[in-house]
């Protein structure tokens, strides 16, 4: 028994879309796992939230007053 085997022009176009397909998932992929490898662990708060200022109750244009101290 033999078989014959031919790539036509059609099945070589869909190997290729697949190829490419495959191509394009490995990448998204390989983002995805980028993104969770870089993020932060949980339960830590963000740089930029660590060095904020809490915001001041003065209006606009007006400078905070200053600290009191109690005597």
Same mark, same amino acid.
């Given at each position: 028994?033999?078989?014959?085997?031919?790539?036509?022009?059609?099945?070589?176009?869909?190997?290729?879309?697949?190829?490419?397909?495959?191509?394009?998932?490995?990448?998204?992929?390989?983002?995805?796992?980028?993104?969770?490898?870089? =993020?932060? @662990?949980?339960?830590?708060a963000p740089?930029?939230?660590?060095? !904020?200022? +809490?915001? =001041?109750? @003065?209006?606009?244009?007006?400078?905070?007053?200053?600290?009191? !101290?109690? +005597?």
């Amino acid at each position: 028994m033999q078989y014959t085997l031919s790539l036509t022009t059609r099945m070589m176009t869909i190997a290729g879309l697949c190829l490419l397909l495959l191509c394009v998932l490995l990448f998204l992929l390989g983002v995805e796992i980028g993104k969770k490898i870089s =993020s932060p @662990a949980e339960g830590t708060a963000p740089a930029a939230a660590l060095t !904020a200022t +809490p915001p =001041s109750s @003065a209006p606009v244009g007006e400078a905070p007053s200053p600290p009191v !101290a109690k +005597p």
